[in-house]
């Protein structure tokens, strides 16, 4: 499947001390991933998550409805002390804008999953719930670092919605770095989907998400690269689709 929409940008060559801190931890694998349910903060401390429902059981537009309601954690959240949403307030500012421009609740705006490859900026996976509809939907948006607009897609609003044929929705960075091509990405599943594999040439294979008890949420940092990444994407029965992350270093993009 083609990228929803590719957005090549270059990417900083520094890096704040949480990423180098995440690299010095992925350096044993090559690959770091945060386990869900539990939040790993660079102190080592774990700190274990409550339970939620993955997107319904369903492809199409049916896929991107969560039976609690929109998923995520406000922009700050924190447990024990932890800021488990990875964001601070401000930084979801554009994607708050964004929101109400294409009528969603801009107050509600959720933070699925985030990580920080640098001093530009998160990627990350957001959520918003619309505004003046019923039955209410879940619109998504996938954030790439630096000053890239923030596009929202709600499943279902249009007769050729991207986001309704799309198994994952996944933000991707490909640093380049002297010494090395560290790759960052996050993701949502689908409700359909029931695992997804991340798979880069001399890297173990690694199993970023399995549906089970999060909201289908998943990470990975790859702490230097080389080749391109792919995920596989599984379904109840089997594969359902291999996604290709084109991304040469200093690119960014989102594909779904």
Not at 80 to 109: F, T
Request: overall charge positive.
């Amino acid at each position: 499947m083609v990228p929803i929409v590719v957005v090549m940008a270059p990417l900083a060559r520094h890096s704040i001390p949480l990423a180098i801190v995440l690299l010095a931890l992925a350096a044993a694998t090559g690959v770091f991933v945060f386990t869900r349910p539990e939040y790993r903060p660079h102190s080592g401390v774990s700190i274990k998550l409550p339970a939620r429902q993955p997107a319904d059981d369903a492809s199409g537009a049916a896929g991107w409805v969560w039976p609690d309601g929109t998923p995520g954690w406000e922009a700050g959240y924190t447990l024990k002390g932890y800021n488990v949403s990875g964001v601070q307030p401000i930084e979801i500012q554009a994607a708050q804008l964004a929101a109400a421009r294409d009528i969603l609740d801009a107050g509600n705006v959720r933070v699925l999953d985030s990580l920080r490859p640098g001093k530009d900026g998160v990627i990350a996976i957001l959520a918003a719930p619309t505004l003046y509809q019923t039955p209410v939907r879940t619109c998504l948006a996938a954030v790439l670092p630096g000053n890239t607009p923030v596009q929202w897609q709600c499943a279902g609003s249009t007769t050729s919605d991207g986001l309704a044929r799309s198994r994952v929705l996944v933000a991707a960075t490909v640093l380049d770095w002297s010494r090395g091509t560290p790759v960052y990405l996050v993701g949502v599943a689908r409700g359909d989907v029931y695992r997804v594999v991340l798979r880069l040439p001399g890297r173990p294979v690694q199993v970023l998400y399995t549906r089970g008890t999060t909201w289908g949420q998943f990470d990975a940092a790859v702490a230097d690269a080389h080749g391109t990444a792919r995920l596989e994407i599984d379904g109840r029965r089997g594969r359902l689709e291999t996604l290709t992350l084109d991304l040469a270093p200093g690119q960014q993009g989102v594909f779904g």
